[in-house]
């Protein structure tokens, strides 16, 4: 099953945004709900509450920069 962008819903994709390759994953569908880790985690700390958001809604998370499969990049860190 894809979600009409050539993502296969469940399955790993990757995002360049800024020259950072970003895992995420999307799991469901509906209206959006977007579920983002704590400072050391990754999309498996939402374990088995993942499929229970993903029942009326489409989830997606991702894996922030230098966590879980989004490896680090050497950049400056924006400050604004």
Excluded: W
Aim: net charge negative; hydrophobic share 40%.
């Amino acid at each position: 099953m894809t979600n009409g962008d050539s993502h296969v819903l469940g399955a790993g994709n990757y995002a360049e945004v800024n020259g950072l390759n970003i895992y995420y994953e999307i799991h469901g569908s509906g209206e959006s709900l977007i579920l983002l880790h704590g400072g050391v985690g990754a999309i498996e700390m939402f374990g088995e509450v993942l499929p229970v958001l993903a029942e009326g809604r489409q989830v997606v998370a991702a894996d922030l920069q230098a966590h879980g499969r989004t490896a680090d990049i050497d950049r400056p860190s924006p400050t604004r």
